[in-house]
């Protein structure tokens, strides 16, 4: 087989100085500028949390045998590919890169609290090396040379704040900065011999106890082969499969069991609804939970929740990161209760019951905020869950028709209603669910009507001219069909499914939005103008719904 794999520790890894960097790999893109993920906090983070298990500032960082206790850590691989004595970098290089410079800024701080010359000299034989041919920076190859050597020979002290001339030489400047920072953070307190001795003991856990797995590809021939492999083939983790990984794998193996079957459970009940409904359902709980803006609502969407709820903006609040204790009882309360509910959510969802109709009602609209808001206003165990998930899921429907109603619905106004009222309904007594809901429609409507002395969302002067022109099919349909249930109700005359009135699009009995008055010069010369001939026709009133 043409692949070698090798497990390496950094120390062993930055033996190489000359790595060339492969004309398949992108610039150096990892940064924290851009929000959401931040890749260079995020591994930090992870390698301290590892580290500052086992640390305790009694002991020596001089006797071998107290690091033989420390547990070591995986960081994943790096692909290679040597090529006439030259090691080209075919997959791994942002990784590789980062850790550069995390040399680097250890290599300062070993000076500035002077470390043992030979430490000193370690770190510096991984930043760079002389040849008879020249000077060698690691990871400093093309456009990244003269970053990396600036940032060597001067720490911060010539700091570059513009006129880059690449993508990779800003991002290098910039982490090295924030790497410089959160290293300090970790690292450096009041007390002088402290710092050194925590510092002296990082230094060498994070070159000995930090594994990466080398896989060199031994034929040029087989480079694209295998790079294609890895960006394009095989089937990704979905964010659910991700984040069990990420917390489950915080357990401690003897206790696991127990959390892992409850896990499982939910996960497979959800899946029958289909796959999609997993990510949707954890999606929609932390934004029920933990969303207070409309950026954060959308951070932690079905798609991005299991990276977001590890960033800066969530991972104290929700307390998963580097937490088994929480871990647990998230497993064992909060996904077991609000599981459940979700579950009793989407059968009412997908299946008709007069007593929770208006969960129906809200997927016959397409508008499925009703999850997050529904799970917003349960507290754990909620005693009033029943009675919230009908009155929630009823004025989501209610706001939602009489903004179409009224001319006021806009579909972005209405999605920046929801995450206010994900927020504002969180966990409050049923009394007051109903005053939210009231005040934010009122506050919708004069928005849209840009008159902020309305006190009465649903006057007549609103909605006399709605009809034909100005609603949706859909919406037309699904509010005659309400209609004809109510009048069927009290006339004990049968109708058609709530399903049939409005989604149904073949077969016999499809319906569909027909006007009263024809459209004819008889009907024409009945109204005082043409203008006023189609206002009328186009009116509720002048609508029916009929196969």
Wanted: charged letters at 30%; one cysteine or more.
């Amino acid at each position: 087989m043409g692949l070698k794999p090798k497990d390496k520790n950094i120390s062993e890894i930055f033996k190489q100085i000359d790595y060339v960097i492969d004309f398949y790999q992108r610039e150096y893109k990892w940064t924290d500028e851009t929000g959401g993920y931040k890749p260079i906090k995020s591994l930090l983070d992870d390698i301290f949390y590892r580290f500052n298990l086992d640390y305790k500032d009694n002991l020596d960082p001089n006797n071998k045998k107290n690091l033989d206790n420390f547990d070591w850590y995986y960081l994943n691989s790096f692909m290679t590919n040597e090529i006439d004595g030259k090691k080209f970098i075919v997959d791994g290089q942002q990784r590789l890169t980062t850790l550069t410079l995390i040399h680097i800024c250890l290599y300062h701080m070993s000076k500035k609290y002077d470390m043992p010359q030979h430490l000193i000299n370690s770190l510096e034989k991984s930043i760079y090396d002389t040849t008879e041919y020249g000077i060698s920076y690691c990871m400093g190859v093309k456009d990244r040379k003269e970053s990396i050597e600036n940032l060597f020979n001067n720490n911060l002290d010539n700091y570059k704040e513009d006129g880059y001339i690449s993508v990779s030489e800003k991002n290098i400047y910039q982490n090295y900065k924030n790497i410089s920072k959160i290293i300090s953070d970790y690292l450096i307190i009041d007390d002088n011999e402290i710092t050194k001795n925590k510092l002296h003991f990082f230094i060498i856990y994070f070159r000995i106890k930090i594994y990466l797995i080398e896989i060199e590809i031994e034929k040029r021939k087989d480079v694209s082969m295998v790079f294609e492999v890895i960006n394009d083939r095989g089937i990704p983790l979905k964010p659910y499969e991700i984040l069990k990984g990420k917390i489950l794998g915080q357990i401690d193996i003897s206790e696991i069991e127990d959390y892992l079957e409850i896990w499982d459970n939910k996960i497979s009940l959800l899946e029958k609804y289909g796959e999609k409904e997993i990510d949707e359902f954890f999606g929609a709980y932390f934004k029920s939970k933990y969303s207070e803006t409309a950026e954060q609502y959308k951070k932690l969407d079905k798609d991005k929740y299991h990276k977001s709820i590890f960033s800066e903006d969530f991972y104290k609040k929700i307390g998963l990161k580097h937490n088994p204790v929480n871990v647990k009882s998230f497993v064992k309360n909060n996904l077991n209760y609000y599981g459940n509910i979700y579950l009793f959510m989407l059968d009412k969802y997908e299946n008709y019951d007069i007593d929770y109709k208006h969960i129906y009602f809200n997927q016959l609209n397409d508008i499925n905020g009703q999850f997050p808001l529904m799970l917003s206003s349960l507290e754990l165990n909620d005693k009033e869950q029943l009675n919230k998930i009908k009155l929630v899921s009823k004025l989501f429907d209610r706001n939602f028709v009489i903004l179409n109603l009224t001319g006021c619905y806009k579909a972005n106004e209405f999605n920046s209603s929801l995450m206010t009222l994900v927020k504002k309904i969180r966990n409050i007594d049923i009394l007051d669910i109903k005053k939210v809901f009231d005040k934010q429609l009122l506050n919708d409507i004069k928005k849209q009507k840009d008159n902020d002395n309305i006190t009465e969302p649903f006057k007549y002067e609103f909605f006399r001219n709605v009809g034909y022109t100005t609603l949706g099919k859909k919406f037309l349909r699904y509010f005659f069909s309400r209609i004809d249930h109510y009048i069927s109700d009290f006339s004990n005359l049968p109708t058609k499914t709530y399903y049939q009135l409005v989604l149904q699009a073949k077969g016999k009995d499809v319906h569909h939005i027909e006007h009263i008055i024809t459209n004819n010069e008889d009907n024409l010369d009945l109204f005082k103008d043409e203008e006023e001939f189609h206002i009328q026709r186009n009116r509720l009133g002048g609508l029916l719904l009929l196969t």
